[in-house]
């Protein structure tokens, strides 16, 4: 009986420990991003697939998440995107925003690019009481979507011309099939050379 105590104490400290570990953890984390700065930005485009929860990474290294997306209400065609970021990564205010897709997983993120050395921080640049918003940039995709009709119009009109050469030439096939001598009517006829008055003179010579 006193071992099967023993047994039992044990077990349901180590349960305890292992809780409050976890907890600590939780916490730790926690208290490590509280002094996240929060950032906005305004993008111009479908933000299918980003969700609250999802990265934001500074040249591919995760830096913050997505705090918040709604639709801007002053303006229905853009979508306010909140994120909140590392205080120690250094967003200047030349640092874009952009869409990225993760593989081909469907996962959208948001990725934070630029910055040059000089450009003063974005957060001390703000106003007071205001939230620093990150300049947003289209991504690939809705770059490649709003150029579709343009090539496709080039396309289209590439197409036109070669059914034109294509006519044509079938036309003149055709033509050349009913009358072959078509061919030879095409090649110039080498012409003689009219004589010379020296050669006439050599001619009477003889």
């Given amino acids: 009986m006193e071992a099967d105590k023993r047994y039992f104490f044990e077990g349901l400290f180590i349960i ?3 809780i409050a570990l976890a907890l600590f953890a939780i916490w730790l984390v926690g208290t490590g991003h509280r002094d996240d700065v929060l950032y906005r930005v305004h993008f111009a485009e479908s933000v299918n697939g980003l969700a609250v929860g999802d990265s934001v990474k500074f040249q591919g290294v995760d830096v913050g998440t997505v705090k918040a997306v709604s639709l801007d209400p002053t303006d229905p065609r853009l ?4 994120i909140g970021v590392h205080k120690d990564v250094p967003v200047k205010t030349d640092t874009k925003a952009t869409l990225k ?10 990725e934070l690019e630029g910055g040059s050395p000089n ?14 918003e990150i300049a947003s940039e289209k991504s ?7 150029q579709l009709p ?26 050349i099939k009913e009358d072959p001598s078509l061919l030879l009517r095409g090649k110039p006829q080498k012409q003689q050379a009219p004589d010379s008055p020296h050669m006439k003179d050599l001619g009477h010579g003889s």
């Fill in 16 to 18: 305890v420990f292992s």
């Fill in 79 to 82: 979508v306010l995107v909140d």
């Fill in 101 to 110: 897709l993760k593989g081909l997983t469907g996962v959208v993120y948001i």
């Fill in 119 to 132: 450009a003063p921080a974005l957060l001390a640049s703000a106003r007071e009481g205001q939230i620093p």
């Fill in 140 to 146: 690939t995709l809705a770059a490649v979507l709003d």
């Fill in 150 to 175: 343009q090539l496709l119009a080039k396309f289209g009109s590439i197409e036109n011309q070669v059914k034109k050469v294509v006519t044509d030439v079938g036309g003149v096939t055709n033509e």
